[in-house]
C-alpha cells in the first residue's frame, strides 16, 4: 500500500519536473539571445557566462530528474 503511494507520488513528480525542464527548454533555446542579454544587464555578467549558466542549469536540473525522481520511480515498479 504505501509502496505503491509512493510509486504513484514519484511517477507524478517525474511527470511535473520532465515538463518544467521541457518548459524551460523551450523558451530557453529559440529565445536564448534576447533573455541573455535582458539577464546580463539585470546581473552585471557577460553574456557568454548567462548563456553557458542556462545550459548548466538544465544539464543539472536533468540529472536531479534521474537521480532523485526516475531512479527511485524503477526502482519502486520493481520492488512492488
Do not use: D
Not at 47 to 52: Q, S
Amino acid at each position: 500500500m504505501i509502496g505503491e503511494i509512493l510509486r504513484t507520488f514519484l511517477g507524478w513528480c517525474l511527470l511535473l519536473n520532465i515538463a518544467i525542464l521541457l518548459l524551460t527548454a523551450i523558451i530557453i533555446i529559440p529565445l536564448k539571445h534576447p533573455i541573455s542579454r535582458l539577464h546580463a544587464k539585470i546581473f552585471g555578467l557577460e553574456e557568454k557566462v548567462v548563456l553557458r549558466s542556462y545550459f548548466q542549469y538544465m544539464a543539472c536540473y536533468k540529472i536531479a530528474i534521474i537521480v532523485l525522481n526516475l531512479v527511485p520511480y524503477i526502482t519502486l515498479l520493481i520492488m512492488v
